[in-house]
């Protein structure tokens, strides 16, 4: 099985979801309470993004309670509205939403096909 798919179902486990395989048509990857879900993995990311997350983990250390949030603003030039990209760590993420979060009850249906 390809990497990406394992890491793909590992993601849908940990949100009490589901992966949906690929069907050559456009839908989430996962299903999950309230997300839908886009997975990508990748075996690098650039240097200058991790060492953001580390700076935000400082950043959180000095200032308790407050969120290690990374913020990516993209911006293609005049004309272009500025994309916001908000990025936490999984257990960062985990640790925030549980406190502030309660998915409500829904029900996904199991899709356990490999293609």
């Not at 030039?77 to 829904?106: K, N, S």
Request: with cysteine.
């Amino acid at each position: 099985m390809a990497s990406w798919k394992a890491s793909e179902r590992a993601t849908a486990k940990r949100r009490g979801g589901v992966r949906h395989p690929s069907q050559g048509t456009a839908h989430k990857d996962i299903s999950a309470p309230q997300m839908a879900i886009e997975h990508k993995k990748r075996e690098s990311i650039p240097q200058w993004f991790l060492k953001a997350f580390d700076q935000a983990k400082v950043n959180a250390v000095m200032y308790p309670g407050e969120m290690p949030l990374v913020i990516i603003a993209y911006h293609q030039g005049a004309g272009h509205r500025i994309r916001r990209f908000y990025c936490l760590e999984e257990d960062q993420w985990e640790a925030w939403m549980g406190e502030h979060f309660t998915p409500t009850d829904v029900s996904i249906a199991t899709n356990e096909e490999d293609e």
